[in-house]
């Protein structure tokens, strides 16, 4: 089974990566550019665990050890 | 009082802070591995700088969950004073033993030069030998010291007098210009700039050691 788990900033959390790159883009001409914000994904696969179990431990990476609750959130996407 | 200082793979601020406890403090100081599972006999706990673990994910996000750092979690919840410095704060607060998160600098750039931190509060066995606004001077070398928290635990840390050390030109972008802080009990401070960095004058500064000596000066009157 795979999937993925994107991290991202929240929304109040100021991101200068984010902004740097809008700007950048901007001076490279891309008009109407008005906000990037940075995020990460992780592509995990699992073995042996029924759908549920799997459900649930990727929930717990999330949440424990990819995302730190205080500045980011998270979303996990099963691929198959 | 005794001294133990935390090493993480990846810490590199370790020695200094041996250094600055046993030659410029005087006190007897031991370094405690990662994987130990004890602190041992040791008075206050030291989490030096450096980037444990590389740093990969987060700043400290994967030395939270080291065997150490449940031994400190136990000795802060006994009262052990614990001092995270600069990494050490990162870990600090990913662990949530302090509230908020060091993000990247707001100008992006790893800034490496001496500070001026205003005194906040004397009142925490960090800076009980310090009066209130004084001035102390430091380096720090950081390029996630942004602090972040929300807005209700800054008026949290506010109200309860919990911000020990600010900057004086805040040189990261750190709400309310923060530079450290302590938890509820006041037994753990987490900083960003390194004291032990600043603890002779052929360091440029000694006014770090004015942390180290409240220190052993709290723990002398407890």
Sequence with gaps: MKARIYVSLKPTVLDPQGQ????????????????????????????GL??????????????????????????????? | MRFGVVVFPGS?????AWYAISRNLGCPAEFIWHQSQSLGNVDAVILPGGFSYGDYLRCGAIAKF?????????????????????????IL??????????????????????????????NSPFTCLASKGQTLRMPIAHGEGCYYADERTLDELEAEDRVVFR????????????????????????????????????????????????????????
Excluded: W
């Design chain 2, 66 to 90: 080291s065997p150490v750092m449940a031994a400190v979690r136990r000795f802060a919840a006994d009262g052990g004073l614990v001092l995270g410095i600069c990494n050490g704060f990162q």
């Design chain 2, 93 to 122: 607060a990913e662990s949530g033993l302090l509230p908020g998160a060091l993000i990247r600098n707001r100008g992006l750039k790893f800034i490496c030069r001496q500070v001026e931190l205003e005194t906040v509060t004397a």
């Design chain 1, 20 to 47: 740097t790159i809008r700007s950048a883009l901007t001076s490279l001409g891309f008009a109407g550019v008005a906000e990037v914000r940075q995020g990460k994904f992780f592509e995990i696969e699992l073995d």
């Design chain 2, 12 to 16: 590199n601020c370790d020695h200094d």
């Design chain 2, 167 to 222: 900057y004086r030109d805040n040189p990261n972008g750190s709400l309310r210009d923060i530079a450290g802080i302590l938890n509820r009990e006041r037994n753990v401070m987490g900083l960003m700039p390194h004291p032990e960095r600043a603890t002779e004058p052929l360091m440029g500064s000694s006014d770090g050691l004015l942390v180290f000596r409240s220190m052993a000066a709290a723990f002398a009157v407890r």
């Design chain 1, 50 to 80: 029924v759908r549920t179990e799997a459900e649930r431990q990727l929930e717990q990476i999330a949440q424990d050890v990819l995302a730190n609750p205080v500045i980011e959130e998270y979303r996990v996407e099963i691929l198959d």
